[in-house]
DNA sequence: AAAAACGACAACCGCTGCGTT
DNA sequence: CAACGCAGCGGTTGTCGTTTT
């Protein structure tokens, strides 16, 4: 059953207010509120304007002690630890700051914010590709994996990646000493999936020496007999349930000593979890099949067979990504995750905008 | 100088959740 | 308990000014 529209469209007016517009819409609420019926409104005061465009009007702009513009380095701070936690909520992120509407921030993110911190990386993984190769960045095909899958991962959400990329650059930041710059420690057992998802967001990201996060992965290392394909003919038959899922770790390129495995692998993602039942161990999600945003929406359906995550870890990103900090003491670590307010309570500038 | 491309912002649209009847 | 109406939210589109070609 549909829905009867919420004003008459045709006697409706559209498009930018009027200063005249404006002043009747303001005096009025200023004197007499909105009466808690933002549709009956413009009869009262003879707009020819939908309650739902009064409503945003008054919200977005005429609501005293709006600020427009000139958002602060705190502000984008907040904007930007507020969004990686949380997404894109931005009736949530504009709660934390005072004269702000949700509307101006989502404008601000999408055209400033998000460019000032992703696309410095976007260019300069254009530059890198550029010089080193002519081959079209759709057309890299991961070891190991088939076209198809590739086209099925370039339906990546935008949003997701974004979080997941500025997730990785805020946990650098924060543990500049970190497991990858070490490294010896660097695991060398990617899935094919996992390097789906890093062609994917190398194609958004990178370059940049900071886009970096620190690996959780303890699989077997290989021996420098095993071919790639060995590694990944590895059954993908481990039993998730009870596993905690960590958040996304990714390995960088650079001079570590990855040899042939490495020459072929910029950088490095996958998803990572816990465990609580089997061995304890921290181990990649490696046959997750989904978008991160199935994740983070506790859709199961991007798994596999044979895959038993559960709520528990699912939950886990419903509530936004927990990052461990440095090393893969899980108590320790537990204490350290953070989530929005923890951010909020971090200090200043960690993004280095 | 003109057209095209781009960027910023305002506003709209459709969906969801919730209270009321 | 279902239907309805509303507010609120987030994604998308429209518009206008600026920059680039």
Known sequence: MGRAPCCDKD???????????????????????????????????GLKRC???????????LRPNIKHGGFSEEEDNIICSLYISIGSRWSIIAAQLPGRTDNDIKNYWNTKLKKKLLGRRKQSNKIHRSSSSNQDPNDHQPIGSAPDDNQAYQGLSNSALERLQLHMQLQTLQNPFSFYNNPALWPKNIHPLQDKMIQTMQTTSTGNPSFLMQPLLLNPQPTNEQSVDDLYEQPAQQDYSGLEVLGISQLSDGSAPFGTRHDLMDSHSTIV?????????????????????EF?????????????????VLDCFKDGLIWWPTELDANSASSNSWDSASVLQSNGGVLGL
Not at 20 to 38: S, V
Not at 51 to 61: A, E, H, P
Not at 273 to 288: E, H, I, L, R, Y
Request: aromatic letters at 10%; hydrophobic letters at 25%; charged letters at 25%.
């Open 273 to 293: 979890a816990k465990g609580n039942g089997n061995n304890g161990d921290v181990q990649p999600v490696s046959n997750f099949q989904g978008e991160p945003d």
């Open 296 to 312: 983070l929406n506790n859709k199961t359906a991007g798994y596999a067979q044979g895959d038993q995550m559960g709520d528990q």
């Open 51 to 61: 309650g739902k465009s009064c409503r945003l009007r008054w919200l977005n702009y």
């Open 11 to 45: 006697n409706v007016k559209k498009g930018p207010w009027s200063s005249e517009e404006d002043a009747k819409l303001k005096a009025y609420i200023e004197q007499y509120g909105t009466g808690g019926n933002w549709i009956a409104l413009p009869q009262k005061i």
